[in-house]
């Protein structure tokens, strides 16, 4: 199975603030994707990733950008933290047509 | 773009009792279908997943079914336990950067 691991599990942040959320995969898979999950609204694709330095919006890019200088790692990045940006962030490596999670970050924007 | 809904958004059984989850999806094309277990603080874990060439998969006490002229699929679980208790996600692909996810059903197993 493929192993990622998310550089935080619990981060509060001031509005304004700039976050960086860090996503490591260790199988040398291509895709690569960030999601938000909200209650009710189940997984939102944010961005993904199919090689080094290459993305594609997903569904809810606004807000967000995304960095991917090296195979194994993929950032997401919060330009300027808002309230509504409070959530529970997913990363997920893809291998074949499997997703694979990280354990998450939750998010907390005061 | 594919969309996936998923019914019931919550469900209760008695342990023993059989769960049963449905999922639509909106495009044709989808090829394959994961469903996902996200035990609560945990990360959502793939269960079982199955193909669009393929009407049933089964896997111990869990199997899914698709119905590809109508759009669905389903996931039944068995003499449910109580460690069965999870929030489960469907999600619908076509290819390798597409895949939706459902909104989620919370599973209860009551003992």
């Known amino acids: 199975d493929v192993k990622v691991t998310q550089s935080s599990r619990y981060l509060v942040k001031r509005t304004g603030e700039k976050v960086f959320l860090e996503c490591v995969q260790d199988m040398d898979h291509e895709n690569m994707f960030w999601y938000r999950q909200d209650p009710g609204l189940g997984l939102r694709l944010i961005y993904f990733?199919?090689?080094?330095?290459?993305?594609e919006k997903g569904d809810i890019p606004e807000g967000y950008s995304v960095s991917r200088e090296k195979k194994e790692r993929f950032s997401l990045i919060l330009e300027s933290a808002s309230t509504n940006q409070t959530s529970m962030y997913l990363c997920a490596a893809q291998g074949g047509q499997t997703q694979y999670f990280g354990p998450g970050t939750r998010l907390l924007v005061l | 773009g594919e969309n996936v809904e998923q019914h019931p958004s919550t469900l209760s059984v008695q342990e023993g009792d059989s769960a049963v989850i449905k999922c639509t999806y909106s495009d044709s094309a989808s090829n394959y279908f994961p469903w996902y277990k996200q035990e609560l603080g945990k990360r959502p874990q793939l269960i079982i997943d199955?193909?669009?060439?393929?009407g049933e998969k089964k896997d111990q006490r869990i199997a899914v079914t698709l119905n590809k002229t109508a759009k669905h699929f389903s996931l039944h679980i068995t003499e449910t336990q109580p460690e069965d208790s999870a929030v489960y996600f469907c999600?619908?692909?076509?290819?390798?950067?597409?895949?939706?996810f459902g909104a989620g059903t919370r599973l209860t197993v009551k003992p």
């Open positions: 990733s199919y090689d080094v330095k290459m993305k």
């Open positions: 999600a619908g692909s076509m290819g390798y950067n597409d895949m939706r």
């Open positions: 199955i193909r669009s060439n393929v």
